[in-house]
């Protein structure tokens, strides 16, 4: 029975990959409404992405709920992002919190980024650099390019953590390399005060963790909170 589910899920995520959007819809929904957790995170972002039917913030919502509370951690936290945005349902930023901390301590990148965001704001949670710092880093540990951009930013401006010339290097290369925001101009900037022994250290860490972060991303479902 198990075998069937997968296979039958295998085979609507290649209906949406090829484009067959239509009756990827169709395939997920009849798995999501059978139970299956990840067909409802599924058919959630359709709704949320109007691919394959009209655009339904209402039923991403509902379709989200049930697949977070079955455990799937991308539901959760996109279920949170939708709860703090207003997305799909009144605005709940206590409950949104709840499920964003729920993902991110199960390991969801995008949560642990919106987590550091929010700490970094202050916003529905008391304001908190070191915290941020330490999510921002969980997430950029798994690749998560903002992530590591903040990181950076906060070794080198000393925000949340010890002002660290090799880890703000090593992290703004890696956030530098996929083009994000200003992390070449911050990176530009740190090398200006690195002395050469530094920036062979900082070379050697940012190819480490090149090399353990090259394959562990995945592209979001859902507009995260903005950082």
Do not use: C
């Amino acid at each position: 029975m198990k075998a069937s589910k997968q296979t039958n899920l295998d085979e609507a995520v290649k209906l949406y990959s090829k484009g067959h959007f239509h009756s990827a819809f169709h395939a997920f929904e009849a798995l999501a409404e059978a139970g299956d957790s990840i067909a409802q995170a599924w058919l959630a972002a359709l709704y949320v992405n109007g691919e394959g039917v009209d655009a339904d913030l209402h039923r991403a919502f509902e379709w989200y709920g049930q697949s977070a509370r079955q455990g799937n951690t991308q539901a959760q936290t996109n279920l949170g992002a939708m709860l703090m945005s207003s997305q799909g349902a009144l605005r709940n930023e206590a409950e949104g919190v709840r499920w964003i901390t729920l993902a991110a301590e199960s390991g969801d990148p995008f949560a642990q980024a919106n987590l550091a965001s929010l700490f970094a704001k202050g916003r529905a949670v008391p304001q908190d650099d070191a915290a941020a710092a330490q999510w921002y880093r969980r997430a950029a540990e798994q690749g998560h390019y903002p992530s590591q951009a903040r990181l950076g930013f906060s070794y080198a401006t000393g925000r949340g953590v010890e002002r660290d010339r090799v880890q703000a290097f090593a992290w703004l290369s890696l956030a530098a390399q996929h083009g994000v925001g200003n992390a070449l101009n911050a990176l530009e900037n740190v090398l200006g005060d690195m002395s050469a022994e530094e920036r062979r250290a900082g070379a050697s860490l940012f190819d480490q963790w090149r090399s353990r972060t090259a394959a562990s991303t995945r592209p979001a479902r859902l507009m995260p909170i903005a950082g």
